[in-house]
Nanobody
Framework: EVQLVESGGGLVQPGGSLRLSCAAS????????LTWLRQAPGKGFEWVSN???????DYSDSVQGRFTVSRDNAKNTLYLQMNRLKAEDTGMYYC?????RGQGTRVTVSS
């Protein structure tokens, strides 16, 4: 069974950093592309970043230069390093592979 479990969210001040994790099971993470999505309160899902099977990465304009997606193949875990966080980064963050999405982890950026 394919499962994705996110963690690492929390409350952080503007300008701060967080690292989100997405532990994958039921498949080998390095052989597939994965996506980070987020959902701000009362809004729809927003694409944040991809890491493709070949290791190449893509970012939305809103996070380019501040967020970095990576993976640890040995741990079968995906990461999202988020720096210089802004209030508008607040929301639930999800990792997704195909039609499978985790339960999300909450990020709140506030002073």
């Amino acid at each position: 069974e394919v499962q994705l479990v996110e963690s690492g969210g929390g409350l952080v001040q503007p300008g701060g950093s967080l690292r989100l994790s997405c532990a994958a099971s039921g498949f080998t993470l390095r052989t597939t592309g994965l996506t980070w999505l987020r959902q701000a309160p009362g809004k729809g899902f927003e694409w944040v970043s991809n890491i493709n099977s070949d290791g190449t990465t893509d970012y939305s304009d809103s996070v380019q230069g501040r967020f970095t997606v990576s993976r640890d193949n040995a741990k079968n875990t995906l990461y999202l390093q988020m720096n210089r966080l802004k209030a508008e980064d607040t929301g639930m963050y999800y990792c997704q592979r195909g039609s499978t999405r985790g339960q999300g982890t909450r990020v709140t950026v506030s002073s």
